[in-house]
């Protein structure tokens, strides 16, 4: 893994308003609460970890348009997230965000491409996250992320970057989708993303379908570099119970582990973010103690 004796740069994203489920914005706790920071450290980084970013709340924010539920706040987070990219890029650091909603990874992705123009997406999560404001049936931005990055939806959200799209169809990688919005569905088989669906992982295997995606970056992409996006909703809702929009039929805790262990042998990942941790829906911070293992993995523990 190429990150190793690098500095990675930790950063909280107490956001939930791209959802209606209350303690997702607890997430970046749970997850520093399962000891991640000696964790890391434990495995060679230097770890610089900036606390969180100051997000409104369902109380201060301001809901706006049923369509796209509280867009100017999540907006206005994700630009701030975005320039704080900016500024550690800088520093050849590797950005590590912590969520938090799956919406600020819009944010992210706005400021990883401000380096890596060409920057590819490896999307792990059970939802397609492809609805735009004319065929969401929630109104949830969280449902709207990868659309965003891909230019589709509210200009306000699409053009937060310095190109349009951010990531181009062609280098983005969605695995382990099993449930769709009809409208959504429609859109992805539009596209040209690749989307790997759990029927796909039971015919191939985890291990050929993570291979794939990062075949196909090493050849539509000048560096192969991309961003590592992990909701924890991809995994069986019994190994993985603090998310708000569990679906049964997920990852199993070895085929998480290894979709990650892939990941880090690559040595292409450039950051990294973990959403969807959920505290109050968990058991014993079950999830986010998942969670630390699965960043640990991606970030090049290995067994032996």
Do not use: W
């Not at 123009?117 to 709207?144: E, K, Q, R, V, W």
């Not at 993303?193 to 970056?217: P, Q, Y």
């Not at 986010?288 to 640990?296: D, R, S």
Request: one cysteine or more; charged letters at 20%.
């Amino acid at each position: 893994m190429n990150t190793l004796n690098k500095r990675i740069d930790i950063i909280g994203m107490r956001h939930d308003l791209g959802q209606t489920r209350r303690g997702v914005d607890m997430g970046p706790s749970a997850i520093r609460f399962a000891q991640l920071n000696p964790k890391l450290k434990d495995l060679g980084y230097q770890i610089k970890d900036h606390g969180d970013i100051e997000c409104s709340t369902y109380e201060t924010g301001e809901m706006g348009n049923p369509k796209a539920r509280f867009l100017h706040d999540v907006v206005n987070h994700c630009e701030v997230l975005r320039d704080k990219i900016i500024t550690l890029l800088q520093e050849d650091s590797f950005p590590l965000v912590l969520g938090g909603d799956h919406s600020i990874t819009i944010g992210l992705i706005a400021g990883m491409v401000s380096k890596y123009p060409d920057l590819g997406l490896i999307y792990l999560d059970a939802h397609g996250d492809f609805n735009t404001p004319d065929t969401t049936p929630s109104g949830n931005i969280h449902g709207m992320s990868l659309a965003s990055i891909t230019g589709r939806g509210s200009a306000s959200l699409t053009n937060m970057a310095s190109q349009v799209p951010m990531i181009k169809d062609e280098l983005v990688h969605l695995i382990g989708v099993r449930t769709l919005d009809k409208l959504e569905k429609q859109a992805i088989k539009k596209s040209s993303i690749s989307a790997i669906t759990i029927k796909n992982i039971d015919e191939i295997g985890i291990s050929e379908a993570i291979s794939r995606a990062i075949e196909s970056l090493s050849q539509n992409s000048p560096q192969g570099k991309f961003h590592f996006s992990l909701d924890m909703d991809l995994i069986e809702p019994s190994i993985a119970p603090g998310t708000g929009t569990p679906v049964r039929g997920g990852l199993t805790y070895r085929e998480a582990h290894l979709a990650c262990e892939l990941v880090a042998e690559s040595g292409n990942m450039v950051s990294m973010d973990v959403v969807e941790v959920n505290p109050i829906l968990d058991h014993e911070n079950q999830t986010g103690k998942l969670a630390v293992e699965l960043i640990l993995s991606a970030l090049g523990k290995t067994i032996i």
